[in-house]
């Protein structure tokens, strides 16, 4: 059926641009926790880590120069590859 296929095709890009939204807020707020020692270590300054973490989640990030990852007890900042 049509309308079941395109229903379905449509609630499945909504959850995939939810879960997006969802991972930049979480990595937004993770760069915001970040000392200036660590933001040194990724290549950013405090203002520079301050206007990415402030964007709402749904701007997109022009280039990322990094990717926070956050569990219960550390924080990992790996610089992404450049192309």
């Given at each position: 059926m049509q309308i079941q296929t395109s229903f379905h095709t449509?609630?499945?890009?909504?959850?995939k641009r939810l879960?997006?939204?969802r991972a930049r807020r979480r990595s937004r707020r993770a760069l915001l926790a970040l000392n200036d020692e660590l933001l040194k270590d990724i290549g950013l300054s405090?203002?520079?880590?301050?206007?990415?973490?402030?964007?709402?989640f749904w701007r997109a990030a022009e280039q990322a120069k990094y990717q926070v990852t956050r569990s219960s007890n550390n924080t990992v900042v790996t610089p992404t590859r450049e192309n």
């Open positions: 449509g609630f499945h890009a909504l959850i879960a997006l939204y405090r203002a520079q880590a301050l206007a990415e973490g402030r964007k709402p």
